[in-house]
């Protein structure tokens, strides 16, 4: 049977370390080389980030350390809700351009029931 890998892009990566590690690759890569991170479960958070599933990516993100090694930061954690502020607010600047279509939907509606009356 033939395993199918997904690449992971580096910019996947940057943007991955910009929200869980503020950039900070040489920690990271020395905790790699410490043998203090499970590379696959880091590789699950830096995909799962990719495809939008913030939840997962944090939850493999703290797993990831072997025990008895860093298991989060405060510095982490302020990244990871800058980043979820981030995305709630492209979430409502969708939603209120959603709405205002609808209102001017409405609007010529109520404009072709006006029309027809006279």
């Known amino acids: 049977m033939n395993k ?3 690449k992971i892009t580096n ?3 940057s943007d991955w370390l910009d ?3 503020g950039n900070d690759a040489e920690v990271l890569l020395t905790a790699i080389a410490n043998n203090e991170i499970k590379t696959e479960v880091m590789n699950d958070s830096i995909y799962a980030f990719s495809v939008g599933e913030t939840e997962i990516a944090k939850q493999c993100y ?4 072997r025990k008895g090694q860093k ?3 405060l510095n982490s954690q302020i990244e ?3 980043q979820e502020l981030k995305v709630a607010k492209e979430n409502l600047n969708q939603i209120e351009q959603h709405l205002f279509l ?3 939907e409405i609007d010529q509606q109520k404009e072709r029931k006006n ?3 006279n």
């Open 102 to 104: 609808l209102k001017a």
């Open 62 to 65: 703290k797993e990831m350390y």
């Open 71 to 73: 298991t989060n930061d």
């Open 4 to 6: 199918k890998y997904v």
């Open 80 to 82: 990871i809700a800058k």
């Open 115 to 117: 029309v027809n009356r």
């Open 19 to 21: 929200t869980f590690n």
């Open 11 to 13: 910019t996947e990566v």
